[in-house]
Each structure stands twice: as structure tokens, then as C-alpha cells.
């Protein structure tokens, strides 16, 4: 079978002939973000003569080394080795021969500083099997593209994913898809970031749909707190907070300046705000009134007839603590700090979850913290506002399988529902020793195929096959 090729505004593109139709990889959908792009929103790519061979899936973004506690993280976070950045997409499609498919445009998550659409967990096999067209989207991470500089602009990482957007408006009909059956989804920070553009005006005629996997819209610095990360960002690179000078920062500085810092050592608490990264994360994007709404629960009521699919993972905590060394003897004290940290109304919070599950551990009530704090809450909020915006359908879900990682301890944590949503369960490093994502036996195709087939339903129609919000679909 020979390679398809399929003509753009810009030019010609090669890509390969897969078992279930093709793939185009590395195209461009905005210039790279070099030299005076850097910290400005996305320009438009240059035009190409000839035809382009996008026959894999463009580099990741800068990014520091990241890992996670006692876990082979290979499939599901990418490296950077030092490659310019370049701003990039990959299409899967059935046919590009065809007409009106249903889109899914695909957020990766890794908490707004790692990640890459190229990862083996984003294969997009089964969606073009299933009739969907797949666009995985990569965008600027970590300082450069949440931190803002004078003179630069707020949110670059939200704007070029509004690009890609723009771009599939544009150009997806040439692969086969429909650009009025455009379905947004991400999981982790590309659900939180698919759900500040939900309320964004930026966003509207984009999208008909958006699914939001461990999202919410909480993680947001006030305009003071941003200086102040950016002012401390700057000083450890040896500049001024401004883009003008952080320009002249080769990448490699900038990432390894970005892996040495820690929250603690900036003061994010203000007058009038709390950190909202609770001392652990800190880069975040900034309400700027504009990509990111002053209050972006809110702006949910506008979000236009746009339906709603949004859940979580019953332990999401999890991923971040059981692999950690000694957390079983947290004492009660460091529990009640963490408690406090994360949420205003902590020590209700974990007198709840002591009351909920008497035989909890110090391991079972901390992730039980941070699963509601960072996960649960927020998304349980954001279902809440838009089934009472009067805009599109609204749909729960709540994910509960548990991973035999980690000796049982992983259980149903934050991003083990990836490989069902995408039915890549048998993709190589996700199972077959403990410390895999799904363990040693890995998880059930058959809860794959039922999840898989729920997110190909609501791409296409706009219904997972379950009632609306009051009612939440247990996978």
C-alpha cells in the first residue's frame, strides 16, 4: 500500500499508510517558537514547495527529565534532548479520502512541564479503527509556556493549543474529518487547560465537545503571583523578568534552571490569594483576564452549547505517593499539614475521609487529600457549572479499576485510565513487572473496550451512553 498524501494551505504532506488508515506526523501548525517567538503567542507556519514527509510525530518540547515515584514512566512521559522547538501536530485518520468523520484533538497531560503526543500511550490505532480521526497536539511547556515576562505574552502554552484548534478548522476536511464534530479532550493539564478554554471566547466555533480527565480549573496564579514566579525564574538564570532578556537564555539554561526550583523557595501566598499549587507545583498558567478568565468557574456560563464529559480516578493521589519511601508512617501531624496545605477546609477534609474509611492508613488518607483537593473537587465543580449553565449535555464518570503496581499499592491512581480510553493496554512498558503502570497481569480488555467505545461515542454523538450529570458512570 502506498504512502497517502494529502495537500494543506501550506503544502503537500507524505504520511504512512497504517493497518487502520494513516498517520501524518510532525506537521506544522505554527512557526517555531525561536529567537523573537519565544515567550509571544504562535505564529503561522511558512509554506513548503514540494510535498513534506510527515511520516512520525514531531519532537517534544524542552522539558526537564521527569519521573514518577517507583514507577517505569516511559510510556507516558517523554524526554527533550535538546532539539529546537518546534510547534507540531499528528493526524490519524481513517481515510483521508473521506468525508465528515468525527475529530478528537488530544491535550496531553504532565503537569504543565512534561509530556509529548509521541508517547506510545497516545496511539491512535484504535480511534481511526473506530472511525475517528485523532489530532495530538504538542505545545510549549514549563517556563516557556506558562511563565510570563514583561513584554512577553500570558498563557503561550493555552494559545498555540488554540492555534492547533484554528488549524483544524482549517485544515482537518483534507483528512477526512469534520470540523463541525470537533471534540477537545486531554487528561491531567491538558484537561485543565481544555477547560479554561471552555470558558474562554477565544475558543468559540472550535469545538462542539470537550472531554476533561482529571482536570478541573483551580491551578491558576493571580497577575501578582505571576511576577513573582517570574521575577524568581529570571534571577535564577542570571536576568530580568523580561522576554526581551530571557530570549538570550538558550533553552538548555532555561530547563535546567526550571528542574532546580522548588516552590518553597518563592512566596506565592498574597493578600488576597493562597498558593494554589499548595507548595508542590508551581508552574501554572495566570488568570490574565483574556486566554484565562478572572474567574474561570464562572465563565463556564458561557461556554456556548459545547456538551461535557468530564470524570476522575477514585485514588488519583496515589501516582504521586505510593512509590514513595516511608509515606506508610507518616504521622498524623504531617497528614494535618499536607491537609491544610492543599485546601482551606483541610481539616475537615481529612476528618471526613477518617470518618469514610476507619481503617485508613497514613498512605490511604494522603492520597485521599490530594485526590480531592486537586482532582475530585475541581472536577465535580466544573460539572456542577456547566450542567447548570444551560449550555451543552453533561456527562459524569468516575474511574475505579485498580492497578496491581507497586504490590497493589498503585491502585485506580491518576492517569491509569489513559491505556483504556486509548485501548492500549498491550502497548510495551505498561505491564508485565511491578513496576509498570498496570502491573504484572495488566488491566482487562474488556474494560478497555467498553471505555474506549463510551469516548468514540461521545466524539461522534455527543452522548457516552449513559444519562446526563446526575448520574455517574462507574468504570
Known sequence: MSDPVVRTSRGALRGRSRESGAMFGGIPYAAPPVGELRYRAPAPPQAWDGTRDALGPGPPLPQPERTLPGLYSGPLLGGWEGEDPALTLNVWTPDPTARGLPVMVWLHGGAFVAGSPAQTVYDGSAWTRDGVVLVTVAYRLGVEGFVHFGGGETNVALRDQLAALEWVQEEIEGFGGDPGRVCVAGQSAGAMSLGWLLGSPRSRGLFARAISMSGGLELTYSPEQAERVAAHVAASVGTEPTAAAMRAIPFGRVVEAQASITPDQMQLDTDTDRDPGAGIVWVMPVRDGDVVAEDPLAAIDASGDVDLLAGHTSEEGLLYLAGVPGVDQMPDDALAVLAGRVSEDGAEMLA????????????????????????????????????????????????????????????????????????????????????????????????????????????????????????????
Open 352 to 475: 471526613r475521609l477518617r470518618a469514610e474509611q476507619p481503617d485508613a492508613g497514613p498512605l490511604q488518607l494522603a492520597a485521599g487529600v490530594l485526590t480531592q483537593a486537586a482532582f475530585a473537587g475541581p472536577t465535580e465543580r466544573l460539572l456542577a457549572r456547566h450542567a447548570g449553565s444551560g449550555s451543552g449535555s453533561t456527562h459524569a464518570y468516575r474511574f475505579t479499576w485498580r492497578s496491581g503496581a507497586l504490590g497493589g499499592r498503585l491502585g485506580a491512581a491518576h492517569a491509569v485510565d489513559l491505556p483504556f480510553v486509548f485501548d492500549t493496554l498491550r502497548t510495551d512498558g505498561f505491564s508485565g513487572a511491578d513496576d509498570r503502570l498496570l502491573g504484572v497481569d495488566g488491566g482487562p480488555q474488556e474494560l478497555a473496550t467498553r471505555m474506549h467505545a463510551a469516548w468514540v461515542r461521545f466524539v461522534a454523538e455527543g452522548d457516552p451512553g449513559w444519562g446526563s450529570y446526575e448520574h455517574v458512570q462507574i468504570f
